[in-house]
């Protein structure tokens, strides 16, 4: 069975995301059946990391689940299946993109602004409802993040200020995980280093973007 805690936790996130397909339904000036079409398709690839945090948990425990399937999926997560996950997810995303069935900045610009109006509905409740007081560090850079976003938004084109948020995000968190040797992001103690590889990957992409004039 799966622990009280591991359902509050699980609860939270949800709900947090929800939040955050709210905000993206209201700050964004699209119709709404393009709304909504961005909307299910960042959904779809949010159950598909799901799905593949649960792959990972699998890998990471073969043995046990050929013995005990259940009690693999019932375990909780931790940062290796989430690595496994992203890893999957992100060459999921990238084989479509290639392939021209996925169009890769509408997604970046859907999956943003919900990420981090996510990310500060969970701290905001890690700190007031479950009290975490360790929270309020996360939940000042998530408040201070979105401020920032609104501003980029008044200077820049959308994709621009997407991605430059997105990057400080993640100097911020490596900032964080350099400090206590890890930073937490929905409950997952991540490393230093997987901040590091994907901050170069976002600016490689960020820089390729303004060089080709996509962007």
């Known amino acids: 069975m799966v622990s009280t805690t591991a359902l509050i936790s699980i609860g939270t996130i949800i709900f947090s995301f929800m939040i955050g397909i709210l905000?993206?339904?209201?700050?964004?000036?699209?119709?709404?059946?393009?709304?909504?079409?961005?909307?299910?398709?960042?959904?779809?690839?949010?159950?598909?990391?799901?799905?593949?945090?649960w792959a990972g948990k699998i890998i990471l425990h073969?043995?046990?689940?050929?013995?005990?399937?259940?009690?693999v999926l019932a375990y909780p997560s931790d940062a290796n299946a989430f690595y496994i996950?992203?890893?999957?997810?992100?060459?999921?995303?990238?084989?479509?993109?290639?392939?021209?069935?996925?169009?890769?900045?509408?997604?970046?610009?859907?999956?943003?602004?919900?990420?981090?109006?996510?990310?500060?509905?969970?701290?905001?409740?890690?700190?007031?409802?479950?009290?975490?007081?360790?929270a309020i560090i996360q939940l000042t850079c998530s408040a201070v993040l979105l401020v920032?976003?609104?501003?980029l938004l008044e200077k820049m084109n959308v994709t621009k200020s997407n991605l430059l948020t997105i990057m400080l995000w993640i100097m911020v968190q490596a900032f964080i995980a350099i400090r206590n040797t890890y930073s937490?992001?929905?409950?997952y103690s991540i490393s230093i280093y997987f901040f590091l590889i994907l901050f170069i990957l976002v600016f490689i992409y960020f820089v390729y973007s303004i060089r080709s004039r996509s962007i």
């Open 23 to 53: 905000f993206y339904y209201l700050i964004v000036s699209d119709t709404k059946e393009i709304k909504k079409q961005r909307i299910d398709h960042a959904l779809s690839y949010l159950i598909n990391f799901v799905l593949f945090i």
């Open 62 to 71: 073969i043995n046990r689940f050929i013995s005990d399937p259940f009690a």
């Open 85 to 134: 996950a992203t890893l999957l997810l992100s060459g999921t995303i990238a084989y479509q993109v290639m392939r021209g069935k996925l169009d890769g900045v509408s997604l970046l610009n859907t999956f943003i602004p919900i990420f981090i109006s996510a990310l500060f509905t969970y701290e905001f409740l890690q700190w007031t409802v479950h009290g975490e007081n360790q």
């Open 148 to 151: 920032i976003y609104f501003l």
């Open 184 to 187: 937490i992001v929905f409950g």
